[in-house]
């Protein structure tokens, strides 16, 4: 009698194992076949899973293997580094492998029974190779050590200040790969910044094959993009935090641009964080990978510099703006305890304004807060706006007379009355980007005022609206949040004012001094991107503190070396590693019950490598109805602590808790 063949499969589902099938009388599958899509019965329903190995034996009876219903053989077989690179995420992460794998395909392809979508060749309407720019010595010096097409993996720090032409050095690099006949992913935090990087990279290599791959994309467009990329028709991909993990056969060069930005790491489901996974990704496969950031994460800094006696990073700097006659902007700070704001504008901000709309140039008041005020209350009682769901206060969004959640979402009208003591006279405080955009708009009736923030531009679409408008000049003042920060090129603006930074410089998260630096170096450098000199503004209370002095000078170096000072002496990443088990229940207790005891079940012969801090709070301690607490875990060895996860998560997943409880586990958390 045949003895039935045996196909072990991944399945999205949220259990740390492999799922055992027979395959079907009259098939027979062979090593060629690993990787495909199967579709399996899983209890009383069916699923799409991706078949990953063909083992000799089973530990449960032949007998009561269910069996493949199909071998789905309508794109190729995923990759082998596909395999390593999904299965490095589960370990490290501490994921399940075929949640992981799963959760990475176009969801046409996780479909039982997918929507057939009409293929074609990646294409672009632009026609006719764009003439690349001279380069700068900083540019040629970079590219000279940077190795494209030889094999061998080597990870470059690109340091390089606002328009000091970053982009260009992606692009000369991605021009070796595709002459090399190698495939190109190039990585961007956000969104927004997919369009620009686009148009530049479809203007120098008009036949090559681009494709983009970002949420805003359509299914059908996704998946084409996907398939193209795993068949080699695309030989560049540009893509946000999830397109790390698309198949690319003939990957030759990765490009992580803006890599410190808090965007690649994924802050629900599997908490991964992208910049990491690509360095991964060009190590496993011996290729280059180049980090660009004006302001490099602390993390990648120590790596590059031998801070942390490493240098497993080559640092490359560049120093100028690439423009010809182009400088830096002049950086001030404006004390706000001598030149006191009104409705949040120091009169040296508004006269700096004013004397850009006499030049016909363009400003940008920088807030990183929407809405118009931060919370709505009642100075006769006491009542605040605060959210029923959240620990947190609704914020005022005057222009359509609502109260919202900038964290659960909830919403409601304002109300006529204070809804305590009936008193009418309701006072709003604190200021977000409507207040400045209405303060402005009294103060400069003929100026032509643009708020930019998720309110105003919440598509892929309107922000490409908003990015028009600013670059036809038909905005005089923009007033924005970090939409505008990064990565854009508006040659009329000129000046960049900063309205309340002040509050990071005392937050609880440790991390806070390293963003609010990025935050204010990045939005610096949209001033006077072009022949035209800028100017940035900061207001504040502490003009002389150590991190607006380094923004003063530019020097994000001693900047960098003072907080891994810091960081040292304290213990702190990247010194330390860190995992953070957290909790959410209906209430408190139950979370740091459950909390307390995954701590207690800890002890075994890995714990003493490890620190455990208390359970507590989370910072934000109600979301959307649901009490939040976590216990961090701490140690000075990378490997002892994923040695000591490894074990402890399955004792932690052991622990009976209520049903509403529900836990994660983040490595390498980046928010406490």
């Not at 795993?230 to 935090?241: F, H, Q, S």
């Not at 309107?462 to 939409?483: F, H, P, R």
Request: aromatic share 6%; proline share 6%.
């Amino acid at each position: 009698m045949t003895v039935p063949q045996i196909a072990r499969v991944a399945l999205d589902v949220p259990l740390r194992r492999l799922f055992d099938y027979r395959v079907a009388d009259g098939e027979s599958l062979s090593m060629a076949d690993i990787g495909y899509r199967v579709r399996v019965p899983f209890g009383q329903q069916h699923k799409i899973g991706i078949l990953v190995e063909l083992p000799e034996a089973t530990d449960i009876p032949i007998a009561q293997l269910k069996a493949i219903d199909g071998i789905l053989r309508d794109v190729p077989t995923l990759p082998p580094d596909w395999f390593r690179l999904t299965g490095f995420c589960a370990s490290y992460y501490h994921a399940p492998l075929g949640q992981v794998m799963l959760s990475t395909l176009p969801a046409s392809l996780r479909a039982l029974a997918p929507r057939r979508h009409r293929q074609r060749r990646p294409e672009h309407p632009l026609a006719g190779a764009q003439q690349a720019p001279v380069l700068t010595l900083e540019q040629e010096a970079s590219l000279a050590a940077i190795a494209v097409g030889a094999e061998g993996f080597r990870a470059y720090l690109l340091h390089g200040v606002t328009g000091s032409g970053k982009t260009e050095v992606y692009l000369r690099l991605i021009e070796r790969a595709l002459a090399a006949g190698r495939q190109s992913l190039l990585l961007v935090p956000e969104i927004n910044l997919t369009p620009q990087l686009e148009a530049r990279l479809a203007a120098r290599f008009p036949a090559a094959g681009l494709v983009s791959l970002h949420s805003e994309l359509g299914e059908a467009a996704r998946s084409r993009n996907w398939r193209a990329a795993l068949n080699g028709e695309a030989r560049i991909v540009v893509g946000t935090r999830l397109a790390v993990f698309t198949p690319l056969p003939e990957i030759g060069l990765i490009v992580v641009d803006e890599e410190h930005d808090a965007s690649f790491k994924q802050q629900d489901g599997i908490r991964y964080s992208a910049r990491d996974l690509a360095v991964f990704r060009a190590r496993d496969r011996g290729i280059p990978i180049v980090l660009g950031s004006a302001t490099p994460s602390l993390e990648s800094w120590a790596n590059a510099s031998g801070s942390d006696t490493s240098g497993r990073y080559r640092l490359l700097t560049l120093r100028g703006r690439a423009v010809d006659g182009a400088r830096l902007p002049l950086v001030r700070c404006i004390d706000t305890r001598v030149d006191k704001p009104r409705d949040g504008l120091s009169s040296t901000l508004l006269l700096a304004i004013e004397q850009r709309l006499a030049r016909a140039e363009q400003s940008l008041v920088f807030l990183n807060r929407r809405g118009y005020a931060p919370v709505l209350a009642c100075a006769a009682c006491g009542w605040s706006s605060s959210c029923q769901r959240c620990a947190a206060h609704l914020v005022l969004h005057l222009a359509d007379r609502r109260l919202r959640c900038h964290h659960c979402g909830y919403e409601t009208r304002v109300p006529k009355t204070c809804p305590t003591c009936g008193n009418q006279d309701l006072g709003a405080f604190g200021r977000g980007t409507q207040r400045i955009e209405v303060a402005l708009a009294e103060r400069f009736p003929q100026a032509r005022i643009l708020r930019v923030d998720r309110d105003s531009a919440s598509s892929r679409k309107q922000w490409e609206a908003v990015v028009e408008t600013i670059q036809n000049g038909a905005a005089d003042i923009l007033v924005g949040t970090q939409m505008l920060a990064k990565g854009h090129d508006f040659p009329k603006l000129t000046l960049v004012g900063a309205v309340a930074p002040d509050a990071a410089l005392f937050a609880a998260d440790w991390r806070a001094p390293e963003r609010l630096f990025a935050q204010l170096m990045q939005v610096a450098g949209r001033a006077g991107r072009a022949e035209r000199p800028g100017e940035v503004l900061i207001q504040t209370q502490y003009p002389d503190h150590p991190i607006y002095q380094a923004l003063v000078r530019h020097d994000y170096p001693a900047f960098a070396a003072a907080q891994l000072g810091e960081r040292q002496q304290a213990g702190f990443p990247p010194y330390a590693y860190q995992a953070m088990l957290r909790a959410e229940a209906p209430r408190m207790a139950d979370a740091l019950s459950f909390l307390a005891a995954a701590r207690a079940c800890s002890l075994h012969d890995d714990s003493h490598s490890v620190t455990f801090y208390d359970p507590v709070p989370m910072r934000l301690s109600r979301r959307a109805s649901l009490e939040r607490g976590q216990l961090l875990v701490e140690s000075s060895s990378r490997r002892a602590l994923q040695r000591f996860l490894g074990v402890w998560v399955t004792q932690v997943e052991a622990i009976r808790a209520p049903s509403r409880l529900r836990w994660h586990l983040e490595v390498d958390p980046l928010e406490f």
